[in-house]
């Protein structure tokens, strides 16, 4: 029975994902348990073809590379470039993580600003990149006069570096703006209901922004024991005479028979 734990085959004519031949790979081995480096160097070598092949030939002429190297290598030659429209988007979607270096953060920044055929303006890609910097550091840095994104960045830094105690002014001033801000939403949230109820009409009490069944006029009215009018019983309906008696009771149809 063939083996169906094969490697894949990669070409680097474009069709395949450099980062998911090397997965795939990688899963193959785990399955497999290779563990030997050398071993793992030789069974990649077998997946490519065509203008991967000679690439990794030409590669793999000089001095023993690891398969560090080897993957590192692959990705860089194959990886399909970014379009530009993709890196504005990502541009402006750019976050710092968690725990991320700010020197780190700018490395991917402005691996993004590479990949595009204009210069971004000063003042827009300054707003760009500080607007992506976790809060702590982009409040204080909001409150700063900087004039381009390599000062905002510098400044960043040094933000980084010296940690807000939380008793100090500056945490104060944070935790200050955070609350204003929850406030806001806050405030809009309720704006926002405040401008639905308006269009609500009630038709008892004649005021807007509930209906007759929120009505608290009418609602103190039941809470003496009054009769609720609008759970009225069902009752008989004659359609010739447009009462309320029985078909047997209609005065016209008894006088006609």
């Not at 997965?23 to 997946?47: G, H, M, N, P, Y």
């Not at 700063?144 to 933000?159: C, G, N, P, Y």
């Not at 609602?219 to 759970?231: F, I, S």
Request: hydrophobic fraction near 35%; aromatic fraction near 10%.
């Amino acid at each position: 029975m063939a083996d169906e734990r094969r490697l894949p085959i990669f070409k680097g004519d474009g069709s395949g994902d450099p980062d998911q031949h090397w997965f795939l790979c990688e899963v193959v081995w785990s399955i497999k348990q290779v563990t030997d480096e050398d071993v793992k160097r030789a069974q990649f070598s077998t997946t490519l073809r065509d203008r991967a092949l000679n690439r990794y030939m030409k590669f793999a002429s000089g001095p023993t590379k690891s398969l560090a190297d080897t993957k590192k290598a692959l990705i860089t030659e194959f990886k399909k470039p970014k379009s530009e429209s993709q890196c504005i988007t990502e541009l402006k979607e750019i976050k710092q993580k968690f725990n991320e270096p700010v020197w780190k953060f700018n490395q991917r920044y402005k691996t993004l600003t590479s990949h595009l055929s204009f210069q971004i303006p000063d003042e827009q890609n300054k707003e760009w990149f500080i607007a992506a910097l976790l809060p702590h550091i982009r409040v204080l840095l909001m409150q700063q006069k900087v004039a381009s994104q390599a000062e905002a960045w510098e400044i960043a830094m040094k933000l980084e570096a010296a940690p807000v105690e939380e008793s100090s002014p500056g945490m104060n001033q944070i935790l200050n703006r955070l609350t204003n801000l929850s406030l806001q939403v806050e405030d809009m949230k309720k704006d926002k209901e405040k401008e639905k109820r308006e269009y609500i009409w009630c038709i008892k009490c004649k005021v807007e922004g509930h209906d007759k069944q929120h009505c608290p006029l009418f609602n103190e009215y039941l809470a003496y024991g009054a009769p609720n009018p609008l759970k009225q019983p069902i009752l008989p309906w004659c359609e010739v005479c447009r009462s309320r008696n029985l078909p047997g009771e209609c005065y016209y149809i008894t006088k006609v028979c």
